[in-house]
């Protein structure tokens, strides 16, 4: 029952995962209306978003920082990335952390939470305002 309780908090995060995905759908449909332009925007902004990431981390490298040490990035800020962090793949930590020999030791992702939380207000507002200045 404890093991139970300790990881409870996944089920918050899952809503707000959910939640925050389908502001971030919402927005997009709202700004562009065509279900097409909906889908190629939202291909382009993953591969986009995926692109930054690894530019990032190839700075990180280039500066000569430890990629072993889990260092704040400004790439798990953005939405799809602050999304998929809220609930860690229990199979890759818990695996990684066995073949090396480590302990693993969670860390609570707060700063993901604040930035869905900021994220969703911000897809939600601009669908609002988008609306607002163009049916009514």
């Given at each position: ?63 000569g ?33 066995k ?14 939470v604040i ?6 207000t ?15």
């Open positions: 029952l404890s093991l139970v309780m300790e990881e409870i908090f996944f089920i918050p995060h899952y809503f707000l995962k959910l939640f925050s995905f389908f502001c971030l759908l919402m927005f997009i449909s709202i700004l562009f209306k065509k279900s097409i332009f909906v889908f190629l925007s939202f291909v382009f902004y993953w591969i986009c978003e995926g692109v930054l990431s690894g530019i990032e981390g190839f700075m990180r490298l280039k500066s920082a430890n990629p072993m040490i889990e260092q704040f990035s400004y790439t798990s800020l953005l939405p799809l990335k602050s999304m998929s962090d809220l609930i860690p793949n229990p199979y890759a930590r818990l695996s990684l952390a073949a090396m020999g480590f302990k693993y030791q969670f860390h609570y992702p707060i700063e993901n930035a869905c939380l900021v994220w969703t911000i897809f939600i507002l601009g669908s609002y305002w988008i609306l607002k200045k163009r049916d009514w």
